[in-house]
T-cell receptor, first 114, second 117 residues
């Protein structure tokens, strides 16, 4: 159990376009999901906390107008990178909280902005 | 804010040996969890072991065990009888637990562990 999926697994887009990444909990309901970003050969950095039915909470330094998060149901959170630029190229990983403390991670989405 | 420090960027050991990865953290909070995650080349994050801060007993999961020293804010991972499949990046992570549930994870920079045949 506790499977988290992400779609797409990789995406290439042109500079200035928007890209949507989906994070789904397949066999459980998740009131809270988290979005992380990982640059090559670096660690994961928490971007935001996504709560079902309410606005996301962003970490300091993360532009909320650029990284739009929507958590419309108990099994789906989406991250939209708006007006993407090459510096937004990264590996984006979501996780879903099971119970009060355990997080399970999705497989990640590799974004390349040309 | 919490910080997590992993001082070993890379380690290499022979298969079947025991290896210990170090991690220290800094927090003024008392209610938290600590984790070790493994990230193989596929980049899928895999939970290796977790420790509740209020528990004095060190967590163990088969070949994996931790040495949790709360006063020293140290949380090392010991891998016994290392296997080739253990080759991966290992991240130490801190999670604050508040009344509404757990916050997001704060990760260390990671240790690249290489198991040599």
């Amino acid at each position: 159990g506790a499977v988290v999926s992400q779609h797409p697994s990789w995406v290439i887009c042109k500079s200035g376009t928007s890209v949507k990444i989906e994070c789904r909990s397949l066999d459980f309901q998740a009131t809270t999901m988290f979005w992380y970003r990982q640059f090559p050969k670096q660690s994961l950095m928490l971007m935001a906390t996504s709560n079902e039915g309410s606005k996301a909470t962003y970490e300091q330094g993360v532009e909320k107008d650029k990284f739009l998060i929507n958590h419309a149901s108990l099994t789906l959170s989406t991250l939209t990178v708006t007006s993407a630029h090459p510096e937004d190229s990264s590996f984006y990983i979501c996780s879903a909280r099971v119970g009060k403390e355990t997080q399970y991670f999705g497989p990640g989405t590799r974004l390349l902005v040309l | 804010a919490q910080t997590v420090t992993q001082s070993q960027p890379e380690m290499s050991v022979q298969e079947a040996e025991t290896v210990t990865l170090s991690c220290t953290y800094d927090t003024s909070e008392s209610n938290y969890y600590l984790f070790w995650y493994k990230q193989p080349p596929s980049r899928q994050m895999i939970l290796v072991i977790r420790q509740e801060a209020y528990k004095q007993q060190n967590a163990t999961e088969n070949r994996f065990s931790v040495n949790f020293q709360k006063a020293a804010k140290s949380f090392s991972l010991k891998i016994s009888d290392s296997q080739l499949g253990d080759t991966a990046m290992y991240f130490c992570a801190f999670m604050l637990f508040s009344g509404g549930g757990a916050d997001g994870l704060t990760f260390g920079k990671g240790t690249h562990l290489i198991i040599q045949p």
